[in-house]
């Protein structure tokens, strides 16, 4: 039976036999006890499923996994320690030097430079495309050596909604699969699989942990790309490993398998980022209820964004959903739910002005994170960017009067009287 995504966040990925735990067991085991070595070395070739040691495979890591991938509708999934560690493996597990791939310029600061600098030390080149680019420049960014492209559906933080469509098309036509990080709508407001995309990869640290808790990362296969029909760009899953008894990850663990076995028997053995079972549990619970706060999420920025746009100390607001938005129609198609709690907004009055602003807020706090229960809330100019000047933040495309709000749990009431009270202060 096929559940829908509400049942799913509640109790996909742990089904207890007779007399087992209800909530998911955390395994705080290192490392797991055989009674013979034939039955381990079965393990290690890969033969058997199980488990031998935390770096590579945890049980209560695997079912938060499971659920994951069963709310993104992917074949096989893993936990990772971080967003980060996320989005490297993802890329790194198809990638090595003298590979390239094409990526969105507009994506998270961190994963910025990850792929712009550090890969690059590694040999991993990568042409940056303005997501709202044409057909035809989409594919003139693509190389001989291609063997990615990335984007983020909702990015953090400009909020640019990808056609995910456009570029799922462009990596297919030349033979490679389309990588989405998903970490803002979550796959309750939008799944990147169902349009197109091959890999979704997640912080889990933003909604779907929910509560600001604890770290993680999350790797989703959709497990409908070839890569034995486009084996020459492939060697890593297409060819044997000699580093893991010669399997040849493609041919034994097919579409559905492939990538996530070799990301996990490779890449996490030789590189660890495994996320703690204390870290995976909590972040189930918080999938647990991703279906009845995502919409909270929705409701406030949306109440928030609408607030804002009449507010006439308000330069201009960015919140895709509006329909003012540039991404508008982009988002009626692939969010018609909404995306999520996070607007965007200049003020008039610049950097003063934000500092007043930021200085009156009593619900929302002033923290870099995004995407939890309680509101919180940026201004870059006086924070993460305020090495830049007024005219360096301009050409950034970050005005010093910019504020990032990311709309928790709370009444949109009690928020909008909060936002309200710190505008009337400047
Ligand atoms: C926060 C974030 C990351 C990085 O995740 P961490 O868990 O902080 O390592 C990656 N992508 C997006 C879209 C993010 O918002």
Not at 65 to 92: D, P, R, W
Not at 252 to 266: D, H, L, N, P, V
């Amino acid at each position: 039976m096929d559940y829908t995504i509400n049942t799913k966040c509640v109790q996909a990925g742990y089904t207890p036999e007779n007399g087992e735990p209800r909530q998911i067991p955390i395994i705080q085991s290192t490392t797991y006890k055989y009674d013979t070595s034939e039955d381990m070395g079965k393990l290690f070739d890969l033969e058997a499923e199980g488990y031998f040691y935390s770096r590579l495979q945890n049980p209560t890591n695997d079912y938060v996994a499971a659920k994951i991938t069963a709310l993104e509708g992917g074949t096989s999934g893993m936990l990772t320690s971080s967003g980060q560690a996320a989005n490297f493996f993802a890329v790194f597990n198809i990638c090595e030097a003298g590979s390239h791939i094409v990526s969105s310029s507009s994506i998270y600061g961190g994963t910025y430079n990850l792929l712009a600098v550090t890969m690059k030390k590694m040999g991993v080149d990568v042409t940056f495309v303005d997501p709202d680019c044409t057909e035809e420049e989409l594919n003139a960014a693509f190389k001989e050596n291609t063997r990615a492209v990335f984007g983020e559906s909702i990015a953090n933080p400009a909020l640019t909604v990808l056609d995910i469509e456009k570029f799922a098309k462009a990596a297919h036509a030349h033979g490679v699969p389309l990588i989405v990080d998903n970490t803002f709508p979550t796959p309750v407001n939008l799944r990147p699989i169902e349009w197109g995309a091959d890999i979704v990869t997640h912080s889990t640290t933003k909604y779907m942990d929910g509560h600001g808790a604890a770290l993680g990362g999350a790797i989703i296969d959709g497990g409908k790309f070839d890569w034995m029909a486009h084996a020459d760009k492939f060697p890593g899953l297409c060819t044997p490993d000699d580093s893991y008894h010669g399997v040849t990850y493609a041919e034994k663990f097919g579409k559905e398998g492939a990538f996530i076995t070799k990301c996990t028997s490779q890449l996490m053995r030789d590189l660890g980022c495994a996320q703690s079972p204390q870290s995976a549990f909590i972040l189930n619970l918080g999938l647990e209820s991703l279906h009845v706060r995502m919409p909270r999420h929705v409701e406030n920025g949306q109440a928030v964004a609408e607030f804002l746009e009449k507010h006439d100390k308000v330069e201009f607001v960015n919140y895709p959903t509006l329909p003012s938005n540039k991404y508008y129609e982009t988002a009626k198609k692939y969010l018609p739910n909404g995306g999520c709690g996070v607007v965007s907004f200049e003020l008039k009055g610049g950097r003063a002005a934000a500092e007043k602003f930021m200085k009156n807020l009593k619900l929302a706090a002033i923290e870099t994170h995004v995407a939890d229960a309680r509101t919180c809330c940026l201004n870059p100019a006086t924070s993460t960017h305020r090495q830049m000047n007024d005219e360096q933040l301009a050409a950034a495309g970050i005005p010093a009067g910019l504020i990032r709000i990311s709309c928790g749990l709370e009444d949109k009431n009690d928020l909008i009287a909060d936002i309200a009270q710190a505008l009337d202060a400047i």
